[in-house]
């Protein structure tokens, strides 16, 4: 079985003061089981790690360097929505739950697919909970 893997996890495994016991969880799982995730998954690591380097957390080749190793994780991006459908489903997600389009592409994936979810996004955990989406328990 496979799961629906936020970037909000994926994050914590590169910045130390975004560690938690869930995330080091998360990549155990991991371990054993590849992710799916929504075509967002990608341009939200490499923002986190643009921010990182603007920011001044990580210089620009490590960032790089980070970004090569997650986009090489047994992570696949769904492509099973057209980009139309995708924005529309996200769009009335994030309506119904109050989320943003991007965080409602976590859970609409989680949704179509009958996956859990794995997010540290404490909003988007209880939308998923809410719209009755398993999360992740490592």
């Keep these: 079985m496979s799961f629906v893997l936020d970037a909000s996890v994926a994050l914590s495994w ?3 003061d975004g560690y938690s016991d869930y ?3 998360v990549a155990r799982v991991l371990d054993e089981q590849p992710a ?3 075509i967002v998954w990608p341009l939200e690591m490499a923002n ?3 921010i990182a380097v603007r920011r001044q957390r990580l210089q620009e080749n490590e960032a790089r360097g980070l970004l090569s190793t997650v ?3 047994r992570i696949e991006i769904d492509t099973g929505l057209s980009l139309d459908t995708a924005g529309w489903s996200s769009f009335t997600v ?3 739950h109050r989320l943003s389009a991007y965080d409602a592409s976590y859970l609409e994936l989680a949704l179509r ?3 859990p979810l794995a997010t540290q996004d404490r909003r988007l955990a209880d939308a998923a909970v809410e719209a009755g989406v398993e999360l ?3």
């Design 36 to 38: 799916l995730a929504p």
């Design 113 to 115: 697919r009958g996956l």
């Design 136 to 138: 992740v328990q490592p």
């Design 14 to 16: 590169i910045f130390e």
């Design 48 to 50: 986190g790690l643009l």
């Design 23 to 25: 995330a080091a969880g």
């Design 94 to 96: 994030g309506l119904d």
């Design 71 to 73: 986009l090489r994780l």
